[in-house]
Structures are given as structure tokens and as C-alpha cells.
């Protein structure tokens, strides 16, 4: 009568390879079998699997990698998980990723390039089914450079990168683009300021370099060229961030110079156009009464302050990049999609009056 194999020492986890010796065959057997990805007769199956339950074992995901066994996992990549953007974006890819099959795998990069092509690179050798980078970028030489290798290492490992939120590395390259038309929605939300009557509209927040603010500065002068007023370089203020404080503290520094030289503000986003609508208040000046004020995204706290704003389909861009990326069949799969924006109308905008 063959006996129970005894466990490993206690102060040491069991291995792949004493699972090959109590079940009596090779480690490749072993992998085979755990992940699934070679057809084994029953009963080698079911010694692995008795096995696997005596000795306790548990896979380890970097061995199972190197094996060349799916993890089952989503990567996704983005700035911050403060910010409530990348978080709403993240939450979609989460529930879609939920209904996959999938678990996903978040990393955080700051902004910071080399942080980001280094969570790449880790989450291809975890052999993720895909990578999802989100927003923001510096749209560099090297960047595309690197990017571009990644794409293509990913796709010969039979993983997927998916750029969210962000432009297209080019036709060559083998990631899906699913992002919103940044622009337009720069360009609607410009529109209705000047339909309104205003002329002298603040540009607050920008970016310099970065894909997302340079693409909203452009549907912002595009908007002035469209109704015949000219770009007044002196109406656009620079910010080294996104956030409410930003915003707070840029529009304080704008108001020492003495009145106001504009009548409306757009904001870079809702985070900016918040802290700017502090900053305004505390100053005396009524929203929408003496300053209008537009913001960009349509998320917390824009609802609480009737903050008139673009919106953006968060949902969908983070749940899009899922399915596309999962999609097996590429040939059916559109490798760019660009998602729908539009203003909401609450009551921070009002017409300019003789």
C-alpha cells in the first residue's frame, strides 16, 4: 500500500519539484498539468492533483511565468490612484477585467517615464494578458522608442498592449488605442464660453508637453480661431500639476496682479477648476455672477459645486481596453477607437451682459 508523501519541512514552503517526486513524475508533467496547457491522461492528473493537496503547495507566479504558464492577470498602469480620473478609469478596468475571468495588477509611476517603462517591463515577465497604460504621457523620442520594443515583445508573447487614453504609437506598432476626442471636448467646451459672449477666457492649468494638456490648449485655440478672437498667449497660465491645490494656487497668484483681466475661466480639469473657484471666492468674486467657470471631466467634486464641465466616459474607456484587449480573434478587433465627449450645463456659466 503506497504511502502519503511526507510534507516538506515546515519552515520551508513545498516546491514544484516535491510535487514531481510524491506524484512520481517530471516537473514539466507538474506545469503541465497546473496550468493546463498540455492534455495529460486521468490518472497522471489525478497523482499530480492528490499531490498538490497533501504537500499543500501553492503556485508561484514568477515560476509559472518563466514556464510560460497565463497568470490570468490584467496589468494596468496610470499615475496615481489619488487622482479621481485614473481611479474611475482603474475601477472600470477592474469590473470588467472581474467579468474576464481576470485579476488585475495596478502600479503607480508618478508620471515618471522610467518608472513606467519599468512596470512594463515587470508586468511582460509576469505574463500578463495585458497591459493597459493610462493617460497622461510626455510624448518623447524615447518613449516611443521603448514603448514600440515593449509592444512588440508583449505581442510575441501573446499578451496585449492597450494604450488608454493616450495617442497611438503608429501604425507599425502592435497596441490598441482606446482614448476619448480630447480636443473636441476642448474645443465644445471653449464654444460655449464664447457663445456666451466671452472673449477674454483664462486658460488655467496646462501642462506643457504633456498629450493630454497639449490637446486641450489646441481645441481651446481652435475654438478662439473659429469665432475670430485671437490667441492672447497672456491668457494661458501654466500648472506643475492636476490638482485642486494647483488650481488654488494658481488663480490667487493671478489675482494679486488686481481685477480680473478675463470673464471666464477654463480649467485643465475639474481638480484645477475646483481650487480656482476657492481662490475666486475668497477674493469676493461671485461664480457664475462676476466670473464663469468651465472645467474639464465631469467627476468629483464638479456635481457639488455645479461646476459646467466636459464629460468623459470613464467607464467605457477602461472597460473598452479590457474586451479589446482580451478579443483573440484580431482580425475583428478595431485597434483604435476614439470615444465620444460632451459638455454638461450646470450653473457656473453665464452670458456676458452690456
Known amino acids: 500500500m503506497a504511502r502519503r508523501p511526507a510534507p516538506p519541512d515546515a519552515s520551508r514552503r513545498a516546491t514544484i ?64 490612484v489619488v487622482s479621481p480620473f485614473y481611479a474611475y478609469v482603474a475601477q472600470a478596468v477592474e469590473t470588467q477585467a472581474a467579468q474576464e475571468g481576470r485579476l488585475v495588477l495596478i502600479s503607480t509611476t508618478g508620471g515618471d517615464l522610467r518608472r513606467e517603462l519599468g512596470a512594463v517591463k515587470l508586468m511582460q515577465e509576469e505574463h500578463a494578458d ?18 514600440a520594443e515593449y509592444a512588440h515583445a508583449l505581442a510575441s508573447a501573446g499578451s496585449q498592449l492597450v494604450l488608454c487614453g493616450r495617442p497611438s504609437l503608429g501604425p507599425d506598432v502592435p497596441a490598441i488605442v482606446v ?14 464660453l464664447l457663445s456666451a459672449g466671452h472673449r477674454r477666457i483664462l486658460y488655467l492649468g496646462h501642462k506643457p508637453g504633456y498629450t493630454t494638456s497639449e490637446g486641450r490648449l489646441s481645441g481651446y485655440r481652435d475654438a478662439l480661431d473659429g469665432y475670430g478672437v485671437p490667441f492672447d498667449a497672456g491668457l494661458r497660465v501654466d ?24 470673464t471666464a475661466v477654463f480649467a485643465a480639469n475639474d481638480q484645477i477648476a475646483a481650487g480656482a473657484r476657492q481662490a475666486l471666492l475668497e477674493r469676493g468674486l461671485r461664480i457664475p455672477e462676476d466670473i464663469s467657470l468651465m472645467g474639464y471631466d465631469d467627476l468629483p467634486p464638479a456635481v457639488d459645486i455645479g461646476l459646467t464641465t466636459v464629460h468623459l466616459p470613464h467607464d467605457e474607456l477602461g472597460r473598452t481596453a ?32 452690456a
Do not use: C, Q
Open 179 to 192: 482614448e476619448y476626442d480630447n480636443a473636441g471636448g476642448a474645443r465644445a467646451a471653449t464654444g460655449h
Open 17 to 80: 519539484r516535491d510535487v514531481a517526486s510524491a506524484a512520481g513524475v517530471s516537473i514539466a508533467t507538474v506545469s503541465r498539468v497546473l496550468g493546463g496547457t498540455y492534455p495529460s491522461a486521468p490518472v497522471t492528473r489525478s497523482k499530480v492533483m492528490r499531490a498538490v493537496r497533501d504537500l499543500g503547495y501553492v503556485a508561484n507566479s514568477h515560476a509559472r511565468a518563466l514556464a510560460g504558464i497565463s497568470t490570468k492577470n490584467v496589468a494596468i498602469i496610470l499615475n496615481s
Open 130 to 147: 495585458a497591459v493597459i497604460l493610462v493617460g497622461n504621457v510626455v510624448d518623447s523620442d524615447e518613449y516611443r522608442k521603448r514603448m
Open 322 to 353: 479590457v474586451r479589446l484587449a482580451l478579443r483573440r480573434d484580431r482580425d475583428a478587433v478595431d485597434d483604435h477607437v476614439v470615444l465620444g465627449t460632451h459638455v454638461v450645463v450646470r450653473d457656473s456659466v453665464r452670458p456676458v451682459t
Open 239 to 262: 500648472g506643475a500639476t492636476l490638482e485642486r491645490a494647483e488650481g488654488h494656487r494658481l488663480m490667487r497668484e493671478r489675482l494679486r496682479a488686481g481685477e480680473p483681466d478675463f
